[in-house]
Nanobody
């Protein structure tokens, strides 16, 4: 499975961005897809996940601001980010987990910078 993330950029606080992650390869093997982020000097942390059936899970710090969605026909997962804050600045990575939970795939990351 290969993951290609895009959509990052520079935005002012309060603004919005939408990240996209397109999966290719053995798509049938994927259950969970999600977004993580890593700020400079910090560990990578979960942002949101979504199952193939559409069940979602969010980190507390993005609840009410970010929305994860998935288009199975396009093999794409999205992260709509609204009301962005400077502390949301990070490299955002998409990932995919197989049904068996035995394999985890990562995209290359897309950088989001929120200016104050």
């Amino acid at each position: 499975v290969q993951l290609q993330a895009s959509g990052g950029g520079l935005v002012q606080a309060g603004g919005s961005l939408r990240l996209s992650c397109v999966a290719s390869g053995s798509i049938f093997s994927i259950n969970f897809m999600g977004w993580y982020r890593q700020a400079p000097g910090k560990q990578r942390e979960l942002v949101a996940t979504i199952t193939s059936g559409g069940s979602t899970n969010y980190a507390d710090f993005v609840k009410g601001r970010f929305t994860i969605s998935r288009d199975n026909a396009k093999n794409t997962v999205y992260l709509q980010m609204n009301s962005l804050k400077p502390e949301d600045t990070a490299v955002y990575y998409c990932n995919a987990v197989t049904w068996a939970g035995t394999k985890i795939y990562w995209g290359q990351g897309t950088k989001v910078t929120v200016s104050s």
